[in-house]
């Protein structure tokens, strides 16, 4: 696999927030806290139920003082802005899923570098989730009628540093152009999966709502909640899941020590005698075709050993962060 490259991401989409009062809306919405995204800043954030079981996950970018961009998975952002727009009414406010933005993933401060060169910007800071707009474009062409604004924004990431760029789509088309002659390799989407799983970041799909509180995937440790904030729908189950530690199960790495068949999403991690301990959420070959995966197990079961359900032992795997609360207040500091 490429040390640098780049992967278009097609299973990323965008649910555009736009209006005077598209902060102030989130605000009561989301488990982040709105002031923080301020152009600089690209935090993970949540939608919970009243129960605080997880609806949508998204990654907030702000590419202008009235417009919000949330990159979040496909087929999770017409439902989340059906859901949001029940409340939309009150307040200054549109929402919309973008039909004319795609996202690209890099991987590899080479290609970070090479693609804001690319669009004449300024690097990225190294700091997490730290995110730059482009307005206008250099690569867009002079006869359009208004300059498009591309952003770039990191991500979590295990030992490789990543970034998503999200803009319209000619303009990505004409950027990749661009960093294929600045020898950047192509990748794939699954590529892209594996580097998910060595970053410990689940990303909730359209299968997978209202399954889990945010902790069990461990956002409070990627800077996804702010427990500082005021309320939101599902604070108050968040919190108390915090505070009084009430979390009976987590996210956990797992791999194997030798080549293995891909899982289902959604199969069980079993003990030794076939009890069913857990599920896979996402899983990914390496490159020598063993198995790494993140699974959601029983903080009860620790030290038994884990399988899958055709027998394939699994090993524990370290998270490239603690699992504790790190509060997003604190990501630039």
């Known amino acids: 696999m490429a040390e640098n490259a780049l992967t278009p991401l097609g299973n990323f989409e965008v649910l ?23 152009g600089e800043l690209a935090p993970l954030t949540t939608f919970c139920t009243p129960k605080g079981r997880i609806l949508a996950m998204a990654q907030l970018l702000r590419v202008s003082e009235e417009r919000l961009w949330l990159v979040m998975p496909a087929g ?15 307040y200054k406010v549109t929402l919309e899923v973008s039909s004319e933005l795609s996202v690209l993933g890099l991987l590899g401060e080479q290609a970070l570098a090479a693609c804001a060169d ?43 540093p990543r970034a998503i760029l999200v803009g319209p789509h000619a303009v990505l088309s004409d950027l990749a152009t661009a960093l294929f002659a600045r020898d950047v390799a192509a990748s794939d989407d699954t590529r ?34 702010s427990f500082k904030k005021g309320c939101y729908t599902g604070q108050e189950v968040v919190a108390r899941a915090h505070f009084r530690g009430r979390v009976k199960k987590r996210l956990q790495r797992l791999t194997t020590a030798q080549p293995a068949d891909l ?69 630039k500091g």
């Open 16 to 38: 555009e927030v736009c209006g005077k009062d598209g902060e102030r809306f989130l605000q009561g919405q989301t488990s982040q806290q709105l002031s923080l995204v301020d």
């Open 76 to 90: 999770t952002a017409e439902p989340l802005r059906a859901h949001l727009a029940k409340f939309a009414p009150f």
């Open 118 to 160: 690319a669009l004449a910007a300024p690097a990225l800071a190294e700091h997490d989730l730290a995110m730059r707009s482009v307005l206008p474009s250099p690569l867009q062409s002079s006869e359009d009628e208004e300059p498009q604004t591309c952003a770039l924004a990191r991500q979590p990431s295990g030992n490789t």
């Open 192 to 225: 892209w999966c594996l580097e998910d799983i060595r970053a410990g970041l689940q990303w909730v799909t359209s299968a997978q709502t209202d399954s889990w509180l945010p902790q069990m995937l461990n956002l409070e440790a990627l800077a996804a909640i």
């Open 263 to 331: 899982p289902a999403v959604g199969s069980k991690v079993t003990s030794p005698d076939g009890k069913s301990l857990g599920e896979v959420l996402q899983a990914a070959h390496d490159e020598q075709g063993r198995l790494e995966l993140l699974a959601v197990i029983s903080l009860r079961d620790e030290e038994i050993a884990l399988a899958l359900e055709d027998g394939t032992q699994l090993e524990r795997s370290a998270l490239p962060y603690a699992v504790e609360r790190r509060d997003p207040e604190q990501l």
